[in-house]
């Protein structure tokens, strides 16, 4: 099994829908979360970061983390089409000045105006 | 812009050979990290470096090395290149310590031919 599993996608939707992007992980040691978007041959831009469980909105992101199910979402509201891209969920244990970070392996997501 | 600085964006090169990739990170942070992304793999973890010292190693191939220089620079050296070298390298830094997110730099999209 994989430490995080991704749903690759591809996801189309229509331009204003509620997109729902969601990542699962094995390790419970895992403490910090991330989501990162990556447009096409770019460099992964770090949206939204959250510690431990529960939710934390910005605009129309919101990351959502379940703990106890390991279970990672993130919600994005009234899609653009500019919001189509890759999404990568991120993760790492605690521990002090060494925490590199577990990624999924992306959802492709198009937004379709 | 995340204030990582990748050079050079693009590089070509013939199997057997050896290149550098050459990254600074963002004012302040100390910690530096490279990942591999290549079509089918994601984001692969290579090696961590915090304030000059080695500290996480991830699926770095022995013909890879890398070094954190005390002005904090990083570089990544590839030798003895193959053709399933070719992939994006891209560089991240974070501030260290308990702080884990990672701003990424635009990569360098490597060609072995």
């Known amino acids: 099994q994989k430490e995080v599993e991704q749903d690759p996608g591809p996801l189309s939707v229509p331009e204003g829908a509620i997109v729902s992007l969601n990542c699962t992980y094995s390790?419970?040691?895992?403490?910090?979360f991330m989501w990162y978007r990556q447009y096409s041959r770019k460099g992964p831009e770090l949206l939204m970061y959250?510690?431990?469980?529960g939710n934390k909105e910005d605009g129309r992101f919101t990351a959502q983390v379940d703990k106890s199910s390991k279970y990672i979402s993130l919600f994005i509201r009234d899609s653009q089409p500019s919001d189509s891209a890759t999404y990568l969920c991120a993760m790492s244990a605690r521990s002090e000045g060494n925490t590199p970070l577990v990624f999924g392996k992306g959802t492709r997501l198009s937004v379709i105006a | 812009d995340s204030g990582v600085t990748q050079t050079p964006k693009h590089l070509i090169t013939a199997t057997g050979q050896r290149v550098t990739l050459r990254c600074s990170p963002r004012?302040?942070?100390?910690?530096v990290y490279w990942y591999q992304q290549s079509l089918d793999q994601g984001l692969q973890f290579l090696i961590q470096?915090?304030?000059?010292?080695?500290?996480a190693k991830g699926n770095i191939l022995e013909r890879f090395s890398a070094q954190q220089f005390p002005d904090l620079h990083s570089e990544l050296n590839l030798s003895s290149l193959e053709l399933g070298d070719s992939a994006l390298y891209f560089c991240?830094?974070?501030?260290?310590?308990?702080?884990?997110?990672?701003?990424f730099g635009q990569g360098t999209r490597l060609t072995v031919v």
């Open positions: 470096y915090y304030n000059g010292e080695e500290r």
């Open positions: 004012s302040g942070d100390l910690s």
């Open positions: 959250t510690y431990s469980s």
């Open positions: 991240a830094s974070s501030v260290g310590g308990i702080r884990t997110e990672a701003f």
């Open positions: 390790n419970s040691a895992f403490q910090y």
